[in-house]
């Protein structure tokens, strides 16, 4: 059997043109156009060519190495400057353009505010080429780790058992310092002692900063690595991240809206995740629709009161379990005269209203009721009755539970896995990307508006191909 061997001696003429290398359908010339398509002055981007001055990289050009790297998982600036060098799509799309890592890293860094509003342009795109409906939109979450390690982060409790531990090593230190005073000896160990103690004494400081940070800001823990980040459970276990934000159109699964927040869960933000994809959009949509993380009334009622319809099932509806006999579902309530019903009859009212959780409260009108029913023990075994408690806006949470359990809404709600899970599929498992390279707040945000656009992006070379992209971007 014969082989082919290379010959790097080979004189090989090349083309003259970077452009013959690409061919019309690879992917890169779609990203290329999308970038073109961008509203540069809405993203907040100078592209004033008559400025004085030292030139700059075009910042069209630098958008399209980070949105085309990302999409590709090529995050590290480094490793961007390698591929501007040793890539063959990345040096077209650059146009021959060959910025260090330190210009590309400042570049993103400079220009954060505008790299969040990457993924509202993509979202503008879709609409305007009537891939996104935005009839049924669905919301879900996920916690993605920070650029910081959980060490790092302290709480109240931590600070306390670290300055307890610091003063007893202090004290130890001051011991052995007098001692050596005493003995009048060995003044090279003196002097180390004496080194420790300051730097105990240094990270004492720094504790009782932290401490004051936590008091001031009234935050739960502080991360001295990420300062904006946050105490987050995943799969992978507690850690120090973020909770990012998706909103995804019905129609083809693209993303209409998409956010990283600070609460380490979901539970305070379907209406704001909602209302800016509405803002997107330019309407109201007829629908929303979210799992049970994100199932808290207050939140529900701020979309349901806009004539939306809410599909998010309850805690109890999302686990399935059964109920247990004489439970509050058991119990008639009567809006008239504000009080329950129980099953044999008897009535519970109004007592009184829990200010820090905001409940109302009912008792059963004589306490010898309840001690006398032939259900007690079952129902109740307190001595004073049997007691309830409602959400100020429970008729809400009935209404909506009602509503989830009809069959359109069940069909809906099937789709939600389809279509709200896999950008986050997407990203985790194809890019690769299971945490942020940059820090704070407003640069994790960059970071998702950059992965999730990636995603539409794809979809959308899926949906209309390269050249039928093209064209009608164009």
């Not at 302290?154 to 050596?180: F, G, M, P, Q, T």
């Not at 029913?373 to 075994?381: A, K, L, M, N, V």
């Not at 997407?426 to 640069?443: A, D």
């Amino acid at each position: 059997m014969s082989f082919r061997y290379g010959n790097r001696e080979q004189t090989t003429l090349f083309p003259q043109s970077v452009e013959e290398y690409v061919k019309d359908s690879d992917p890169v010339r779609a990203y290329d156009a999308i970038v073109e398509s961008f509203d540069f002055f809405q993203l907040g981007i100078d592209l004033d060519k008559d400025k004085v001055g030292n030139p700059q990289y075009d910042p069209q050009a630098m958008l399209k190495l980070l949105l085309y790297g990302y999409s590709y998982g090529i995050r590290s600036s480094r490793k961007l400057e390698r591929a501007i060098y040793h890539n063959i799509s990345f040096i077209w799309l650059m146009g021959g353009l060959k910025p260090d890592h330190k210009t590309i890293a400042e570049f993103r860094r400079k220009n954060k505010r505008a790299l969040i509003g990457v993924m509202k342009q993509c979202a503008r795109i879709c609409l305007e080429l009537d891939l996104i409906e935005g009839n049924t939109l669905f919301v879900d979450g996920s916690k993605m780790a920070a650029n910081a390690s959980l060490k790092a982060t302290w709480d109240k409790k931590k600070c306390e058992r670290n300055l307890k531990a610091i003063d007893k090593r202090i004290e130890v230190i001051l011991e052995e310092c007098e001692a050596v005073d005493n003995k009048e000896e060995e003044q090279g160990s003196l002097v180390k002692m004496e080194e420790k103690l300051k730097n105990e004494e240094v990270l004492k400081a720094k504790i009782k900063v932290i401490q004051k940070k936590l008091e001031e800001e009234g935050k739960k823990s502080h991360n001295t690595t990420d300062s904006q980040c946050v105490r987050v459970k995943s799969k992978k276990g507690t850690q120090a991240g973020y909770n990012s934000q998706v909103v995804t159109d019905e129609k083809n699964g693209l993303i209409v809206h998409s956010d990283v927040v600070t609460n380490n869960n979901d539970t305070k933000e379907f209406s704001s995740q909602i209302n800016q994809a509405n803002e997107t959009l330019g309407k109201k949509c007829k629908t929303a629709c979210a799992d049970a993380g994100y199932a808290n009334t207050d939140e529900l009622e701020k979309i349901d009161k806009q004539d939306i319809d809410v599909i998010v099932p309850s805690t109890r509806q999302a686990t399935k379990k059964k109920q247990k006999p004489f439970s509050k579902s058991d119990f008639q309530y009567d809006r008239a005269s504000d009080s329950y019903q129980c099953p044999q009859g008897h009535r519970l009212i109004f007592t009184s209203i829990d200010k820090r959780l905001g409940y109302r409260r009912y008792k059963i009108t004589d306490k010898y009721i309840c001690r006398k029913c032939c259900y007690f023990g079952q129902c109740t075994s307190s001595k004073n009755g049997r007691r309830l408690s409602r959400l100020k806006n429970e008729h809400v949470k009935e209404k909506l539970e009602s509503f989830y359990r009809l069959p359109k809404s069940q069909e809906i709600y099937k789709l939600r896995k389809q279509k709200a899970e896999l950008p986050f599929g997407y990203i985790k498992y194809n890019l690769k990307t299971n945490s942020f390279l940059l820090r704070g707040l407003k640069g994790v945000q960059a970071e998702f508006s950059l992965l999730t656009s990636s995603f539409n992006i794809i979809r959308m070379i899926k949906l209309k191909g390269v050249n039928g992209l093209i064209d009608q971007l164009i």
